[in-house]
């Protein structure tokens, strides 16, 4: 068992897409046809703070420098709302919901779910993560009896679905329906029209992109899913039910008093459900591939988690604020691997940003992946090095450079439950598992939506050594 002040290993750089000139990436992109927008970075969005982003109709501006994030995500003079690509895209499956509306209709729709984020607080949610977390545990320990390989990938998609589906609705979601989400989910990112190169490039600004019937049969799954959940909640059981769906169904508009029709709380439910359950997968998943990479940090987390808990005891909500180990081993994989790798918006209006000008319809791409790479803000920026995080090391980080869960008005309302639902998960599983990957050389991140693996990364599992 490794000593807690060992250090991790210095040299690991897990795998990325390799940077090129930015005809070359295109060219990349265009010939493999799937979709990937991070192999579409060229090299200088590495280095620059505000400029083009390649060859676009509409124009593509990136922006890294903190200070224009800021601007640009706060957007205090209101020309900056959600990207037109963003928001035709998500409507199939969240409508004009709190996540992508803008102006009036969003501040409404806010007003009426504060009181539901309420109901996020951890300490409140933390008994779903941990009925979640031993959900889990039963399932790996079949596969560990029986050496069957597992995807890893959909493993946390159940897990976090499960967890979020006991937040929101009070029950956890059966496997069937967890399977179908996450296939469905699988389809709607490679297919949306949003991450179709060719449109990406081509179109002006504001063009309406039909979606495919493919798109919208992968949402229909997922809004049936969640209607049945949602039905639960409105028939003559409701009333029992103390949870954030019925805190979102008891919301009424300030003004007209009028509720969310049906549609509409799938819309602001289906947000929820996404937020807290494919981004958290996405990050969750980098996060056990990095740690199974790495055995001698592993070997230090889990001696940190067996000196608090030891190899049995439960791991209170207070335990996860004092494993400073896994807590950076998540902050690290949400540096390398944001869940949201872009964060469009569009400019409504010609402005300046930097010394740039910026036209009517231009796409402003603030992007957590480049950001968090950015040669200028971080030292040997593609490392992964947990340790960059500690106390003492706070003082080498350019404030407004890591921004995992956005900035400004719109920032993640569950940022505090991602973060205690990450390190419950992996302490509790890594103190009682070792993950073995399978083909370690073949993964590779790809961007569509959010930050998943190209392909789904297979793994075996084993009982940790006692």
């Known amino acids: 068992m490794t000593n807690l002040a060992h250090p991790p290993p210095r040299g690991f750089i897990p795998p990325r897409p390799k940077a090129s000139a930015a005809v070359l990436a295109l060219l990349r992109v265009a010939l493999r046809g799937d979709g990937d927008l991070l192999s579409l970075l060229p090299a200088a969005a590495y280095r620059t703070e505000v400029g083009p982003l390649g060859y676009s109709r509409r124009s593509i501006l990136i922006v890294n420098r903190p200070d224009q994030v800021r601007r640009v995500l706060s957007d205090p003079e209101g020309i900056f709302p959600k990207s037109d690509l963003m928001v035709d895209a998500l409507a199939p499956l969240i409508g004009d919901s709190i996540f992508v509306s803008s102006g009036e209709t969003w501040r409404r729709q806010r007003r009426m779910?504060?009181?539901?984020?309420?109901?996020?607080?951890?300490?409140?949610?933390?008994?779903?993560?941990?009925?979640?977390?031993?959900?889990?545990?039963?399932?790996?320990?079949?596969?560990?009896?029986?050496?069957t390989a597992l995807s890893l990938d959909l493993a946390m998609s159940h897990l976090t679905a499960d967890i979020i589906c006991r937040t929101v609705f009070s029950t956890g979601l059966e496997t069937r329906a967890a399977h179908d989400v996450f296939d469905a989910f699988t389809v709607f990112e490679h297919s949306v029209a949003q991450v179709e190169i060719r449109r990406l490039i081509m179109d002006r600004a504001w063009t309406s992109v039909p979606q495919s019937a493919g798109v919208l049969a992968a949402c229909a799954t997922i809004r049936r899913h969640l209607g049945d959940l949602l039905d639960t909640h409105l028939g003559p059981d409701g009333a029992r039910f103390d949870d954030i769906a019925a805190a979102v169904i008891a919301a009424r508009d300030d003004f007209t008093r009028t509720a969310f029709t049906r549609e509409e709380l799938i819309d602001q439910l289906?947000?929820?459900?996404?937020?807290?359950?494919?981004?958290?997968?996405?990050?969750?998943?980098?996060?056990?591939?990095l740690l199974a990479m790495q055995p001698e940090l592993v070997a230090r987390a889990r001696a940190e988690i067996r000196a608090l808990a030891g190899d049995d005891q439960p791991i209170s909500f207070e335990m996860t604020k004092q494993l400073p180990?896994?807590?950076?081993?998540?902050r690290e994989t949400l540096r390398l691997y944001p869940p949201i790798t872009f964060l469009p918006r569009v400019a409504t209006e010609a402005t300046v940003i930097g010394n740039r000008r910026v036209r009517r319809g231009a796409l402003v791409m603030v992007a957590p992946w480049v950001l968090h790479r950015h040669a200028?803000?971080?030292?040997d920026p593609h490392r992964f090095d947990p340790d960059r995080f500690l106390p003492e090391c706070e003082g080498e980080l350019t404030p407004g450079a890591y921004i995992p869960f956005g900035l400004g008005p719109r920032v993640c309302a569950g940022a505090a439950f991602a973060q205690a639902e990450a390190v419950l998960l992996i302490a509790r599983l890594f103190r009682r598992f070792d993950f073995h990957v399978r083909k370690p050389a073949a993964v590779r991140p790809a961007a569509r939506l959010t930050t998943r693996p190209a392909e789904q990364i297979m793994v075996r599992v084993s009982h940790a050594a006692p």
């Open 113 to 147: 779910i504060d009181p539901a984020f309420t109901m996020m607080r951890v300490n409140r949610a933390f008994p779903a993560m941990a009925a979640g977390a031993q959900a889990c545990e039963d399932m790996l320990d079949r596969h560990a009896a029986d050496g």
């Open 325 to 330: 180990t896994i807590r950076n081993v998540f």
């Open 376 to 379: 200028r803000y971080w030292h």
């Open 270 to 289: 289906g947000v929820l459900f996404l937020a807290g359950h494919e981004t958290s997968a996405s990050a969750l998943t980098w996060a056990f591939f």
